[in-house]
């Protein structure tokens, strides 16, 4: 029988973030291109990985059609140059698509059966819109399992606001400021550009090349943010500048048994330790990774004060604060996200997670007084996704608590 063995994070690339919509600069690329960049990216950063030796590709897209369709990590693998004899598959779990794939797939690890996988995610928002062509089962509202709204993530953040008082407009816009100001400080320092893949771009005016996020905005204001629009309520508190803006993207990453990242020369950048998914009301998804924390963290005999780094996905400023202030974490920790996050960058829902991964483990490398750090995120529908990581840098690496 297949021994249990350890899951390491080997690699992680993305694509540059791009705004969705015509206007954004990946709005004549398809797809399946940005998720094969990506994996393309992946083997050419990691030569000494015989292609013929990855196990399986998971792919994750929320909105599943079109050039977005067709069983994503078996068609973008073949599309990527891998050999015929590598299986892929697709993954829904909207928002932790790719950290689905990543868990799922590193559970294959763990479990023996794999031995190098390659698990991301893609969401191309402008030509696939969320829920785009879905046809919600009508019980959900005659039987009022959920609201009528609680599809529309805006409306769920609002309720957030709602629910806890002390999770104030002007609390959410600072939060948002500083995602910008740390996500150009970060790029400033160099910290973001070496794991992103470039990709080649057709407009109007020719061809050209992404190699950054577009749409940031670090000359963003406390003044500025004030006067913004609330576009789910009248008088409400979510606005442009305190959320993730529409985005398209694409990520991948390689993972492995640490026997195999030995026996092919591969880098160990993170340890998987435990991960978790948690329910809650739809409503108010925006509080899902407290939960999912909370059972990662018992699942590693963990307590959230042994985390060092926290990458928090900012779907809304709103749903971080108010992790942070369940687990008593003040709102500028410099342990959370330290290079801001998608408020900035954007969200291309499925590919997020292991965006979220790739920058950890570079901060890793620069923090060898961490031991652990946690990737985690609201996904909509009323879920959390929890990944906890080992830092392989630390002292203690590997060794018991």
């Not at 790719?98 to 797939?105: E, L, N, R, Y």
């Not at 771009?201 to 905005?217: M, N, Y």
């Not at 508190?237 to 803006?245: I, L, Q």
């Not at 974490?329 to 499925?350: Q, S, T």
Request: charged residues 20%; negative net charge.
């Amino acid at each position: 029988m297949a021994e249990r063995a350890d899951v390491v994070f080997v690699d992680g690339v993305r694509t540059p973030f791009g705004r969705a919509g015509e206007k954004g600069m990946y709005w004549n690329t398809r797809a399946d291109d940005l998720a094969v960049k990506t994996i393309t990216g992946l083997l050419e950063r990691n030569p000494s990985l015989p292609p013929a030796r990855v196990d399986d590709v998971a792919i994750a897209a929320t909105t599943q059609q079109g050039d977005q369709g067709l069983t994503l990590g078996r068609t973008a693998a073949i599309l990527a140059g891998l050999p015929m004899s590598v299986p892929g598959f697709a993954i829904d779990r909207m928002c932790a698509g790719a950290m689905t794939a990543v868990t799922t797939t590193g559970s294959g690890i763990g479990f023996g059966q794999y031995d190098v996988v390659i698990a991301g995610g893609v969401e191309h928002m402008g030509r696939h819109p969320m829920g785009l062509d879905a046809d919600p089962n009508p019980r959900f509202l005659a039987e009022k399992l959920v609201a009528a709204d609680a599809l529309n993530m805006g409306n769920t953040a609002e309720r957030l606001h709602d629910r806890f008082p002390e999770l104030t407009k002007e609390r959410a816009d600072r939060f948002g400021m500083l995602s910008q100001q740390k996500v150009q400080a970060a790029y400033d320092a160099g910290h973001i550009q070496p794991d992103l893949v470039p990709v080649a771009l057709r407009t109007e005016s020719g061809w050209g090349l992404a190699t950054e996020d577009e749409g940031r905005r670090p000359e963003t204001t406390m003044e500025g943010l004030a006067t913004l629009k609330t576009p789910f309520r009248p008088h409400g508190r979510v606005t442009a500048g305190n959320a993730s803006p529409l985005t398209d993207g694409a990520t991948a990453a390689i993972l492995a048994s640490s026997d195999a990242a030995k026996e092919f020369g591969l880098s160990t950048k993170m340890r998987m330790v435990s991960f978790a998914f948690a329910g809650v009301e739809p409503e108010v998804m925006g509080i899902g990774p407290i939960p999912s924390t909370e059972k990662a963290l018992k699942r590693a005999g963990l307590d959230i004060s042994d985390i060092g780094l926290f990458e928090l996905n900012e779907a809304f400023a709103v749903q971080v604060l108010s992790f942070l202030d369940h687990f008593g974490i003040a709102d500028d920790d410099e342990r959370v996200n330290p290079w801001g996050g998608a408020i900035a960058v954007g969200h291309p829902l499925a590919a997020s997670g292991v965006r979220l991964m790739t920058q950890l483990a570079r901060q890793f490398e620069q923090r060898p007084d961490v031991r652990y750090g946690v990737t985690a995120m609201c996904v909509g529908l009323g879920q959390g996704g929890t990944v906890i990581w080992e830092n392989p840098h630390h002292k203690r690496y590997g060794k018991g608590r």
